[in-house]
């Protein structure tokens, strides 16, 4: 089990400027994470990754990155995340999209 306190900023977009604002998201204790799920979209060049938590009011969190190659995509979650690559690769599960080129 891993404590977690961390800040992200995450861009939205407000309804008056239209101009990209930032939230802060704290998590504070114990944040256990589950499956990781990434689905890869070649064609489009990006990849959607959902988290599931365990024991945790946050049921999932959900990442989208520039990213198509599973060493980069590892990393990447590693680094949002603040888990070892080692234990991400041992969750994650990999799909593509139907129309996606290998």
Known sequence: MRSLYTE??????????NQPAKIVLAVRGA???GRIAVEIDKNQGFSRVKVKTINSALEELE?????????????????????????????VQYSQTPNSQS
Do not use: D, N, W
Request: proline share 2%.
């Open 63 to 91: 990442f989208k990155f520039f990213l198509t190659e599973h060493s980069q995509i590892e990393a990447a979650i590693s680094q949002e995340l603040g888990l070892s690559r080692e234990k991400v690769r041992k969750v």
């Open 31 to 33: 944040l256990r994470f």
């Open 8 to 17: 992200k900023y995450l861009p939205i977009e407000t309804q008056i400027s």
